[in-house]
């Protein structure tokens, strides 16, 4: 099983850039999709972006896309999410989760566990 923490939020102007990871815990963290999803107040959690266990196969939601990039670094057992060109409607808690079915990168939440606490990020106009 992996844990999950996130970091690297903070306040931003619009048009900037922010860079969050996602460290994990446990041994398996290569075995796994990493998600990326976000949630602003009154809001459901919406997908950002997911990369599989090999960095091969990528998704973004189509509102980040050109924007933001998802990486990872297995040997550091972390998933980063750099953010370019922020706007305000970034503005959002991120969140990690590993996707428990192996294998695939999708972009519904229901599969995905081992989420952190979030990291708050917050674009000014």
């Known amino acids: 099983q992996v844990q999950l923490v996130e970091s690297g939020g903070g306040l931003v102007q619009a048009g900037g850039s922010l860079r969050l990871s996602c460290a994990a815990s446990g041994r398996t963290f290569s075995s796994y999709t990493i998600g990326w999803f976000r949630q602003a107040p009154g809001k459901e959690r919406d997908f950002v972006a997911a990369?599989?266990?090999?960095?091969?196969?990528?998704r973004y939601a189509d509102s980040v896309k050109g924007r933001f990039t998802i990486s990872r670094d297995n040997a550091k057992n972390t998933v980063y999410l750099q953010m370019n060109s922020l706007k305000p409607e970034d503005t959002a808690v991120y969140y990690c989760?590993?996707?428990?079915?192996?294998?695939?990168?999708?972009?519904?939440?229901?599969?995905?566990?081992?989420w952190g606490q979030g990291t708050q990020v917050h674009v000014s106009s």
């Open positions: 989760a590993a996707d428990l079915v192996l294998g695939r990168v999708v972009s519904g939440t229901a599969t995905y566990d081992g």
């Open positions: 990369i599989s266990r090999s960095g091969g196969v990528i």
